[in-house]
């Protein structure tokens, strides 16, 4: 996974990791307001789906970073724990 391999090189450089910022409104602006990010769709279905696959995306990522060894922060609480 990328998310892993990129906290194991660079992990000594970063202070603070995020992985997918304001998923609803990513999904939301794409998959259901017809327009604002692509597709520029109107469907609640594919804005579902979107939502459910960011989500496990921000997880997977989320835990490859933290299996590295590094926070999601220097000195930050864990947002997340």
């Known amino acids: ?3 892993a391999r990129a906290s194991h090189t660079l992990g ?3 202070d603070l ?3 997918i910022n304001e998923v609803k409104i990513v ?3 794409g998959f259901l307001d017809g327009g604002e990010l692509p597709p ?3 469907d609640f279905g594919a804005f579902m789906m979107a939502m459910r ?3 496990m995306a921000h997880g997977l990522a989320y835990e490859q970073v933290k299996r590295g060894g590094h ?3 220097g000195g930050h609480s864990d ?3």
């Open 1 to 3: 996974m990328q998310s």
């Open 12 to 14: 000594d450089l970063v």
């Open 17 to 19: 990791w995020g992985t």
């Open 27 to 29: 999904s939301d602006h």
């Open 40 to 42: 520029g769709l109107n």
């Open 53 to 55: 696959h960011l989500s």
């Open 71 to 73: 926070g999601f922060g």
């Open 79 to 81: 947002p997340l724990a």
